[in-house]
């Protein structure tokens, strides 16, 4: 099977997380085939995401969200349950990047960066985070959904407007 969403792209959604301005909030259950891992990844409603783990210098060129986004959102899910080894993890990332309709060139930046510096945050999910008993689940009562809809592709604020919604941060 060709590596694809099984959840419709149109009725992903996510929004802010209150009082975070880095983090995320996933507001529907995300399902996804991979060809790389061979298996379904299921990213949860209320997983707690920051996007793109991207330095702030290099945000001109690759912000925390775009085409990509729902492709960083499923590396999280990966890092945060290592469900498999890193390194497909990673690949699945770069798969995901296409999938999502970027290029492969992004895609290969992508792979690279967190071949390169991912191993830092694996291993603090692995024991630091979950030994401190951290969570990366919201409890739904506490979100207020504001908007943000169909990272993958387009611009968040075009969305949003796009589709009558009030975009707020």
Known sequence: ?????????????ITPFPGSPREWVVRTDIYYWSEVAKRTIH??????????SIPRSLWWLYPPYGK???????????????FCPREIVDAV??????????TQFTANV???????????????????????????????????????????PGN???ISQGRGLRYER
Not at 43 to 51: A, E, S, Y
Request: hydrophobic share 45%; charged share 25%.
């Open 93 to 102: 990332l770069r798969e995901a990047i296409v999938v999502c309709k970027d």
């Open 68 to 82: 990509y986004t729902l492709a960083v959102i499923l590396h999280d899910i990966g890092y945060w349950l290592q």
């Open 156 to 158: 968040l604020k075009e």
């Open 1 to 13: 099977m060709k590596a694809r969403f099984l959840t419709p792209v149109e009725d992903i959604l």
């Open 110 to 152: 992508f792979y690279s960066a967190v071949r390169i510096g991912g191993w830092k945050a694996w291993a603090n999910n692995s024991k630091q985070d979950k030994a401190t008993g951290f969570v990366r689940e919201a409890p739904g009562a506490i979100i207020v959904p504001r908007i943000s809809r169909d990272f993958c």
């Open 43 to 52: 990213v949860p409603k209320n997983f707690i995401t920051d996007l793109g």
